[in-house]
């Protein structure tokens, strides 16, 4: 697989409860981005759009969904990611490696 885009992953880094969120930068990786769907979703009186993402990245132990995604290149540049869900793939047989599945939406 090609990782044709460029991705920093952030970490929430202020104290549980705060009033504003504060990020730091975990690690910029290469990965491949692919737009999944749309959707909408209501909150209050506001119908609010997103679009879901499927985010590949070589396997890393400390990627949660927790974490968050910051899109570098690629056809989603400039795109913050909230990580909905982790899933390992391994992909060793016949020489492949093991990579991380991250669905996200922004």
Known sequence: MALRDRVRIEVRTDAAGAALATWGTLATVS????????????????????TQYVVEIRWRSDVTAANRIVVLSGPASGKTLNIAGVKSIDRR??????????????
């Open 31 to 50: 990965a491949n981005i692919v737009g999944a769907a749309g959707g909408e979703s209501a909150r209050g009186r506001q119908v609010e759009e997103h």
């Open 93 to 106: 047989q016949n020489g492949g490696t093991k990579w991380l599945e991250l669905q996200c939406k922004d």
